[in-house]
């Protein structure tokens, strides 16, 4: 679903991703850890095609290379983003912007997938505007629902959340899986992963990736931290 082959990424005259090669199937779930500053964050953007970076190497959804498309033209292609720091849009209700997500989607149809995430009672509410860290994902995850990607980009979804809203969060990806979608979770903390069916871990270290492996390279992260790559 996602294949990265040689990917370089740099903010003026300063390389942040060096070469990173990355395949993720269709349906798994794909974990990037990494100390600060060391490219995880830019990798999301990178994908998405956040104009503040430059890069070269190819970047295939579907089977479709994206790399010179615009930021518009991924998320037509099935790319999706969630922020760690979502955006909120005061005058504007999360039923009007779900609305604009997938034209294709009834009314009804939004309101029972609201009812999935548990965002039905901000329906009427601005998006993101005086909501708590675990409501803000939340919603983010309901919109991630409603643009049915091919694969989702969850940038440190964890983030600012307490012990219950990070569990919260996990199951609602563990249980709206399916084939259709991949995830690649960006953290820099084991917290979430442990409550995720994780498929494989990356750890980025300086712009590269310094190990892959299963479920187990998590405790290897808690046990030894990112020093020993």
């Known amino acids: 679903m996602l294949n990265i082959k040689n990917l370089k990424a740099s903010v003026g005259?300063?390389?942040?991703?060096?070469?990173?090669?990355?395949?993720i199937k269709p349906g798994e779930l794909h974990a990037i850890m990494g100390p600060n500053g060391s490219g995880k964050s830019t990798l999301c953007h990178v994908i998405m095609g956040n104009e503040n970076f430059t890069h070269e190497g190819v970047i295939e959804v579907n089977g479709n290379?994206?790399?010179?498309?615009k930021q518009n033209e991924r998320y037509d292609s099935g790319v999706f983003q969630s922020f760690q720091y979502p955006v909120g849009l005061p005058g504007v209700t999360l039923l009007e912007f779900s609305q604009n997500i997938n034209?294709?989607?009834t009314?009804?149809?939004i309101l029972e997938i609201a009812k999935k995430f548990n965002v039905d009672e901000f329906l009427d509410r601005e998006v993101n505007v005086d909501l708590s860290g675990g409501e803000k994902k939340r919603c983010e995850l309901f919109q991630l629902a409603l643009s049915k990607p091919n694969i989702a980009l969850l940038d440190e979804i964890d983030s600012g959340l307490d012990i219950d809203a990070i569990k919260t969060v996990a199951e609602l990806i563990n249980k709206n899986r399916d084939s259709e979608t991949s995830y690649l979770i960006v953290t820099h903390y084991s917290r979430i992963l442990k409550y995720l069916e994780?498929?494989?871990v990356h750890v980025v270290v300086n712009g590269n990736i310094a190990k892959s492996g299963s479920k187990e390279l998590i405790e290897e992260v808690d046990s030894g931290g990112y020093t020993q790559y």
């Open 198 to 200: 994780v498929d494989k």
């Open 107 to 109: 009314e009804e149809e």
């Open 13 to 23: 005259d300063v390389e942040i991703l060096k070469g990173i090669d990355l395949s």
């Open 65 to 69: 290379d994206i790399s010179k498309m």
């Open 103 to 105: 034209p294709e989607i």
